[in-house]
């Protein structure tokens, strides 16, 4: 028998392969959709945490926090196809057994047509429909600050609009009004019987942006109007939550006056200091038993450098027994829309967030003494501010 050639081997062993290659084909391919349904529906349980876990939490206050929620630009064209309900697909489940759910509401809420208003001379204007209202207390929310350098970027109207659109949602606002008086005003709330007062100011605009006698605005972060404030919320209250709407732009560091100021707001009562403004995150530090979150980032937003992504839902409890949690649940922002940081592929990306988080070294000593694992959420344990003699604080 003659020897055969090259073309005839080739398609021997072809041939011969065949039936293996095709089987090798089809268990690499059911083990490829396996993982990625595997990775999918990781995801999704993370984002929907179990309703029997938070069926008892009358012995504790529990705040859910996050940064910037802005719905404009072209967040207002993804809405037009799915709603803005669809993102906050993945935050809705988290707010399950949260006593007080909030964040910075970054934009004007508009009921017209946006070429009526009178637009602030500035570069960057953003702006929402009514929609999103109805889409923000159906995600959870129950109080939002307004004090931030975008609330009056369609003058007097746009802010008008935007406090009726929350007060139809039941939704308290902070931080803005229709005058210093109304924008100073302290936001008070019962819960779990204890007394909650919510506050905000803004550190991150003009001087045209201020409240006055008989102008709307937002009220300033001026030590001589905010330390008064919380010192007197903290008389009439168990727990004082205050937003700040300060730093620098895309800076992940604490700046000295964001810190000053944070300071300053736990020696006057502050419990909690929710910091937003910067679009990145920047790191938590605990001060007297004062739980102060330099900044959270952006939380809903369609900015697409890669740290501007980079966000976490903050959990902030406090117990009877006199212990204090703070848990980060890492998320990144696709399309808009935050979502959990789950599985191996989001393993480094979620790394990477708890270090912007934390100001200690990761995995140092000192970090590993102060900071747990809670399967894929960062946790730290405190000591809160001493307790009133009546209270629970």
């Known amino acids: 028998m003659a020897p055969l050639n090259r073309k005839q081997r080739t398609l021997r062993w072809v041939k011969k392969h065949k039936k293996k290659t095709v089987r090798h084909t089809a268990v690499a391919s059911v083990l490829a959709i396996l993982l990625i349904f595997s990775l999918h529906w990781t995801r999704l349980d993370l984002a929907s945490p179990a309703e029997e876990e938070w069926a008892d939490r009358t012995d504790r206050l529990s705040v859910l926090a996050v940064g910037d929620v802005m719905l404009g630009r072209y967040i207002e064209e993804h809405a037009s196809h799915k709603g803005y309900g669809e993102l906050f697909r993945f935050f ?26 009178p637009i602030d001379d500035k570069y960057i204007h953003l702006k929402t429909e009514k929609e999103a209202a109805k889409a923000v207390k159906k995600a959870g929310f129950t109080t939002l600050s307004l004090a931030n350098n975008h609330i009056l970027d369609y003058g007097k109207p746009g802010l008008q609009e935007t406090l009726r659109a929350f007060r139809e949602q039941e939704i308290r606002t902070v931080g803005a009004g229709r005058d210093i008086y109304d924008a100073k005003k302290v936001v008070y709330q019962e819960v779990n019987g204890k007394r909650v007062a919510t ?10 942006y201020r409240a006055g006698e008989n102008r709307p605005g937002v009220a300033p972060a001026d030590p001589k109007l905010f330390l008064g404030m919380v010192e007197k919320a903290k008389q009439n209250a168990d727990f004082v939550i205050v937003h700040m709407h300060w730093g620098r732009g895309y800076d992940n560091g604490v700046h000295p006056r964001q810190r000053s100021i944070g300071h300053a707001l736990a020696d006057a009562g502050a419990d909690l200091v929710i910091g937003h403004g910067p679009h990145v995150l920047e790191p ?22 890669s740290r501007t992504k980079e966000t976490v839902v903050a959990r902030v409890e406090w117990s009877k027994t006199g212990e204090g949690t703070l848990e980060f649940i890492p998320m990144v922002i696709e399309k808009g829309q935050p ?9 480094y990306r979620r790394e990477k967030v708890f270090m912007q988080l934390t100001e200690e070294t990761m995995y140092s000593h000192t970090w590993n003494i102060r900071w747990k694992r809670n399967g894929e959420h960062l946790v730290r344990t405190f000591q809160p501010k001493q307790k009133k003699a009546d209270g629970v604080q």
């Open 92 to 117: 809705r489940p988290l707010t399950a057994g949260s006593d007080i759910v909030t964040g910075n509401f970054s934009q004007p809420i508009l009921t017209g047509d946006p070429n009526t208003y």
């Open 199 to 208: 506050l905000g100011y803004n550190d991150r605009s003009s001087e045209r």
């Open 284 to 305: 938590v530090e605990i001060y007297k038993g004062t739980v102060i979150l330099y900044s959270l980032g952006n939380f809903v937003s369609d900015q697409g450098w």
């Open 339 to 347: 979502r959990p940081l789950s599985g191996i592929l989001d393993r």
